[in-house]
């Protein structure tokens, strides 16, 4: 036992001394250049890995790492278990053990899609007497109860039909009421007038309830006429926000009054006013000591099996409020399922389950979290991959559509722009691209003056960070939206453009100081998501007349672009329809009913919207199917994951591979000429973004409703 802890001591060394010559070459070569921004990432890359390796030689230091010389692990269970404090289990082989080696009785027909479930099923035959919860759930020495478990309930294999139910359903059945739509938000805002970070969502929440109001009742229109009035679960729901929570949290709630970031705080806004309205309970969690309690059995509980009792049916929450719960609650994993994480930029599959990402040497820091990539939320629709949750945008009249329109042609707007950039940070380089613009019209900001205005112009008319009502007048008397290229994908300008103003929409150009900002910024976060312009939404689903790209760098062709706005008809106000009230109402409502992710065979979209494509050697499948006019649907991959697919789209496989361990990839299910075809034997690697073979992709695709593109016309019924 000593020989080997050492000799693994000594191999973390020179693990440490293989990074710190990295990190000392990467300094040498970016003094050269004066990359600071690349120094400081290193630099947090370094200690984010020396972290880890001083995490693991404390795992070796206190035991909870060790196998003897023998081959036995030595398994070392909490003290709260009841249980002796070492067992000493032969480490299993899986090497001999094959699909063949299953009983019969339950046998599955194959495993494809189910990498895990051989070495799980090993596993639990050796250790099913750790934990007395496996007994409690009619776990025995019997193969086929320990199948029907794994399949069952921990949905690691597949669900396989026999004549026996081995396993006691201790879940105690849940009686669902009807959820009934909500015409009042005051029970909300008292809820949330107690809670002082809350504050700024309560005033947006507060300040859009007319149109919340009418959201409803557009939302018991539609339900009406589709005769799905009745059709949704009332549910109880938790969401941790957690960029709120403990200490922290009030310094980002403070800063939201002060040009700080308010992407994440309008997206929590629009998700807790959408579920109050939609009739479920609410439970908001914005401090540690509230987590605890509010997910008391999950504290009490073993750390291998579910309890009877689920406290919540879904959890809200952001990066940081997932990272916490981990944390904080010991058998968090056991909720998993019910997760939906608020996440503004995306997760790709390829970054999401860690095997695959470390073997990419993809960073770690917000990867790695191998849930469903559907159970991310982001802000704009990305990536099919994960699911669009998107928010709403203040609509710049409380007044019905034609008074808008009526007032929109007889109150003519100033010609002046607004520049999108409250901190002065982001006006830095931008001096020429602001003074063409001041040479056409006037220029105004909302610039934070809490401190030293180093880089905004002098002749701009700041106004400094504005309440949201005073913001949306300024919007209304401008014309035109400056976007300066940073924040990038941010909801100002789709608020702007709502408002009847035309955005300037920097264009990303390669090897430009903000494509090195594009690059810095999205290079720790897990996506390969290259940007276009400063806002790719705006650019690719509105356009003109309301959105037109622009080169900052020139600035000729950005006065002519002006003198041309101020020369044309007023633009008229628009909104997509996914950006409303009830459109946000409506998307969220159909998710939360109809996605389960505690399940190993989804049956939502309707199958019946599966459209299968073959793309070339290059393209993706969001590139393929969007070709097509369709979306790619990754809930759809797990039914054509089988070897008839490829007979459905006109090949014939000369072989055939279902790829394990290291040779995966998330382009499969694929085929090439020579290559055969090969099969996803990872369910967390199924993938309609990127590609890393040349094989052709068979891709599952689907219709969606324009405006509503996170929905199909059959989802809305099914």
């Known amino acids: 036992m000593k020989r080997k802890l050492i000799t693994t001591l000594f191999f973390l060394i020179f693990i440490y001394c293989v990074f710190l ?81 299953i009983n019969e009785t339950c046998r599955p027909k194959d495993l494809i899609g189910f990498a895990s479930c051989l070495d799980k099923l090993v596993w639990m035959k050796n250790m099913w007497k750790s934990d007395p919860c496996y007994g409690e759930w009619g776990v025995s020495d019997n193969e086929c109860s320990m199948l029907q ?10 669900t396989v039909k026999t004549n026996t139910t081995y396993i006691h359903n201790l879940k105690q059945e849940k009686h669902f009421d009807r959820a009934v739509l909500r015409h009042e938000l005051n029970g909300l805002l008292e809820k949330l007038s107690h809670m002082q970070p809350m504050l700024w969502i309560r005033n ?135 997760m939906r994480v608020v996440d503004s930029f995306g997760t790709e599959p390829e970054y999401n389950y860690r095997p695959y990402s470390t073997s990419k040497t993809h960073n770690m820091e917000w990867g790695g979290l191998n849930l469903f990539t559907k159970q991310f939320y982001t802000m704009f629709p990305h990536t099919p991959d994960n699911t669009f949750l998107g928010f709403v945008i203040e609509e710049y009249s409380d007044k019905s559509k034609q008074q808008q329109q009526k007032e929109s042609m ?52 700041n106004h400094g960070v504005l309440p949201g009502d005073e913001l949306q007048q300024l919007l209304r008397s401008s014309r035109v939206f400056v976007g300066l290229g940073f ?36 290079k720790n976060k897990p996506t390969s998501r290259k940007l276009r312009t400063q806002h790719d939404y705006a650019s690719t689903f509105i356009g003109k007349p309301h959105v037109i790209d622009v080169k900052i760098s020139d600035v000729t062709q950005v006065k002519e672009i002006l003198t041309n706005i101020i020369n044309s008809p007023q633009v008229e106000p628009y909104l997509p329809h ?31 919207e599966l459209k299968l494509k073959l793309s070339d050697e290059v393209d993706d499948c969001v590139e393929t199917c969007r070709k097509s006019e369709l979306i790619c649907e990754p809930d759809f991959f797990p039914h054509i994951n089988n070897w008839q697919v490829f ?38 690697l199924f993938s309609c973004a990127g590609r890393y073979t040349n094989m052709r992709r068979v891709c599952p695709c689907r219709g969606y409703i324009p405006g509503q593109v996170a929905l199909c016309e059959s989802c809305l019924q099914h």
């Open 578 to 608: 996914e950006f409303t009230c009830f459109g946000m109402m409506e998307r969220l409502s159909i998710l939360l009913e109809k996605q389960d992710f505690c399940t190993t065979s989804p049956t939502w979209p309707p199958i019946s």
């Open 149 to 158: 478990y794994l399949a069952d309930i921990e949905h690691h294999c597949p």
């Open 487 to 522: 924040p990038f994908e941010g909801p100002a300008p789709l608020e702007a453009i709502a408002n009847g103003m035309v955005y300037l929409n920097p264009i990303i150009q390669p090897d430009s100081p903000l494509a090195h900002k594009a690059t810095t910024f999205f």
């Open 21 to 101: 010559q990295a990190f000392q070459m990467t300094i040498i070569k970016n003094r050269q250049t004066g990359g600071r921004d690349d120094v400081r990432d290193s630099l947090e890359t370094l200690n984010m890995r020396m972290k880890k390796l001083e995490d693991l030689i404390i795992e070796l230091k206190d035991g909870r790492r060790r196998m003897n010389e023998d081959g036995m692990v030595k398994v070392k269970r909490s003290d709260d278990q009841q249980q002796p404090q070492e067992q000493h289990i032969e480490k299993p082989d899986t090497s001999a053990f094959t699909l063949e080696s």
């Open 204 to 338: 947006r929440i507060d300040r859009m309830s007319d149109k919340w109001l009418s959201g409803v009742d557009q939302l018991v229109e539609r339900r009406r006429n589709l005769a799905t009035v009745d059709s949704y679960r009332k549910q109880n729901i938790l969401l941790v926000i957690g960029v709120l929570l403990d200490s922290s949290g009030a310094k980002f709630a403070d800063n939201a009054f002060h040009g700080g970031p308010l992407g994440e705080l309008v997206q929590w806004s629009d998700i807790l006013a959408s579920l109050y309205l939609a009739g479920h309970d609410v439970t908001v969690c914005i401090s540690t000591d509230d987590l605890k309690r509010y997910l008391d059995s999950y504290m009490q509980q073993s750390h291998n099996c579910p309890p009877p009792v689920d406290t919540y049916d879904v959890v809200f929450a952001d990066i940081m409020g997932l990272k916490k719960i981990s944390k904080t609650i010991k058998a968090a994993h056991l909720f998993n399922c019910r």
């Open 647 to 684: 007979k459905q789209v006109g090949v014939e496989c000369t072989s055939q591979h279902v790829p394990d361990g290291s040779d995966g990839e998330i382009d499969y299910p694929a085929i090439d000429e020579h290559d055969g075809c090969k099969l996803q034997n990872v369910r967390l």
């Open 410 to 461: 007889s109150n003519k707007k100033n010609n002046s722009a607004l520049v999108y950039g409250k901190v002065d940070m982001f006006w830095q380089g931008k001096e020429p691209y602001i003074r063409g613009i001041h040479d056409v019209m006037e220029v105004h900001g909302t610039v934070d003056t809490g401190g030293p205005l180093r880089h905004t112009p002098k002749y701009v008319v």
